[in-house]
């Protein structure tokens, strides 16, 4: 059964649509003002609907998500999480290549 695709997620119900599922998640915070956020929205959307099946692919606005962003110690944009069962096991700051992204849906 295949995943939402994109999952927006907030400060109100990061818990409960990341945090608790018990599908892996690939998490990314951006802002809308950040150019390498902008570039690489297309690319978190491409892989959301390739990586349906077996991830959630959340977005997460930093400005309008200022608890989670520091929860995380969220500095630099994006900022791309992957979490199994509740806990970070890989993080990835700043603009990074396509290929890069994607690694962390084949190699998590």
């Known amino acids: 059964m295949a995943l939402p695709k994109l999952v927006q997620s907030n400060d109100s119900n990061f818990e409960k649509e990341i945090l608790r599922q018990p599908t892996p ?24 609907e390739t990586y349906s099946d077996s991830y959630l692919v959340g977005m997460i606005d930093v400005d309008e998500s200022p608890l989670m962003s520091a929860t ?16 970070v096991v890989k993080r ?11 690694r962390l849906f084949t190699e998590s």
């Open 92 to 102: 990835i700051d700043g603009a990074v290549s396509r290929e890069k992204i994607e």
């Open 25 to 48: 998640a690939v998490v990314c915070f951006w802002a809308n003002w950040s150019a390498p956020s902008k570039l690489l929205t297309p690319v978190v959307a491409e892989m959301a």
């Open 72 to 87: 995380y110690g969220v500095f630099t944009l994006p900022t791309f999480l992957v979490i199994k069962e509740g806990q």
